[in-house]
């Protein structure tokens, strides 16, 4: 699909979800309702056609963009993907260290690699569709502002095995850490609000992790944030739990 269809697919999305109709943009822009259709069937709009739905919309035409931008970005690799990163620990450590905007002289700078050997990890991070290697090596990133690891994927069994516990072995005291564990009882409603609002951050902070990345190197420093919820009862509260209620918890768990 070349970017101009891709952009009026865009379009068309922004359309409905502004529940603006091929009729009503008809009458906005005074042309037949098949025009419209056959207009966005064939994905074919002059300049000056684009200007007018854009504007009919209130849409501009830096939003549709940034829009149609986002949309082509990566929100999760495929597990083979995934498989193949882990595989490596030199490809892995160059994938996230492109993820946080390390450029390639940095990831020589701190990491025991060659020159030749990561630009040779950044190529095929680039076949793999990760991020494309621009003139002078430039790095530019193909992942969204929601990206993820897959739930329960080769990455995060690795984290899981090899980082979790490293992670919370600390006091979590210093200037710029945290821990607070909060156990609750919720309603099924309240618990959606949580976990919507947990999503949201999760968004602001790679959202910031891009703003900052224009900063110096050295006014960055390395930052990881661990968003979690879940049903839960701790192992040593199940243990003196009635086992009658514990069937009675999971049944109810599994119909929601």
């Known amino acids: 699909m070349t970017k101009a269809a891709a952009l009026i697919d865009v379009l068309k999305r922004e359309l409905k979800s502004r529940h603006i109709t091929y009729h009503e943009l008809a009458q906005k822009i005074e042309v037949s309702e098949s025009s419209i ?3 966005f069937a064939s994905k074919n709009l002059s300049l000056h056609r684009l200007d007018q739905i854009l504007d009919a919309a209130q849409i501009s035409l830096h939003e549709l963009t940034a829009r149609s931008h986002e949309e082509s970005l990566i929100d999760e690799l495929t597990y083979e993907q995934e498989e193949e990163l882990i595989s490596d620990p030199k490809k892995f450590i160059v994938a996230v260290s492109a993820m946080n905007y390390l450029s390639l002289q940095q990831i020589v700078d701190i990491y ?3 020159e030749a050997e990561v630009i040779a990890y950044l190529v095929r991070l680039d076949h793999l569709g990760i991020l494309e290697l621009m ?6 990133l193909l992942l ?3 990206f993820r690891w897959i739930p329960n994927g080769p990455i995060q069994k ?3 095995r090899e980082s979790f516990a490293d992670y919370l072995n600390a006091n979590f005291d210093g200037k710029h850490d945290m821990m607070q564990f909060v156990s609750v009882m919720l309603s099924k409603q309240s618990s959606a609000i949580f976990l919507t609002r947990l999503r949201q951050l999760a968004r602001d902070i790679s959202d910031q992790h891009r703003l900052d990345a224009t900063l110096p190197f050295e006014e960055r420093h390395r930052m990881s944030f ?3 919820a879940r049903p839960w009862i701790p192992n040593y509260f199940q243990a003196l739990v009635r086992p009658d209620y514990i ?7 599994n119909k929601k």
Do not use: D, E, V
Not at 135 to 140: L, Q
């Open 37 to 39: 259709k056959r207009m």
């Open 112 to 114: 025991a690699m060659s």
């Open 135 to 140: 003139p002078n090596n430039r790095i530019k």
């Open 144 to 146: 969204s502002r929601i």
């Open 158 to 160: 690795f984290h899981r």
């Open 226 to 228: 661990m968003l979690s």
């Open 247 to 253: 069937q009675k918890y999971y049944a109810r768990k």
